[in-house]
């Protein structure tokens, strides 16, 4: 299966790449430097924020793993985590939807800790919670074939 990674060359992108090959799947990995990664599969460089390039790098694939994220506890431009976190994963997902790519696998990152007054939050309200806040919270992911 032919499997879009987003934040492909990042801590828990490398080992999903890895997995998928080991499997044999077919990676395409995703990220501002996927050429220069040396990973298994196809390296596409691009940014979350770009929708185009999320499209062209996701053109035939069955599955999208969206590990892409800005992970951080401060940025001068606070803006950033939203554009990253919050409207990257929003284009993966326009992507996956405009594409019939019915498997997505959705990765958070420590800047999705909420507040328990938010209950269901929205992604952006989260990430707005996790700047506020000091805990984390570590996710897995699983690759099965």
Known sequence: MKVLVTGGTG???RAI??????RG?????????ATASGLPGTAVDGDVRDRTALDRAADGCAAICHSAALVSIWRRR???????????????????AAR???????????????RKSLRIASPARQCAAARRSSASTQASC????
Do not use: C, K, M, Q
């Open 11 to 13: 801590y828990l992108g």
């Open 17 to 22: 790449v890895r997995a998928l090959a080991a």
């Open 25 to 33: 799947h077919e990676p395409v990995v995703f990220s501002r430097h």
């Open 78 to 96: 606070r803006e950033d985590f939203d554009e990253i976190n919050v409207d990257g994963l929003r284009n993966a997902l326009a992507v996956g």
């Open 100 to 114: 019939g790519i019915t498997r997505i696998v959705y990765t958070s990152s420590l800047t999705t800790s909420a």
């Open 142 to 145: 699983t690759v099965r074939a």
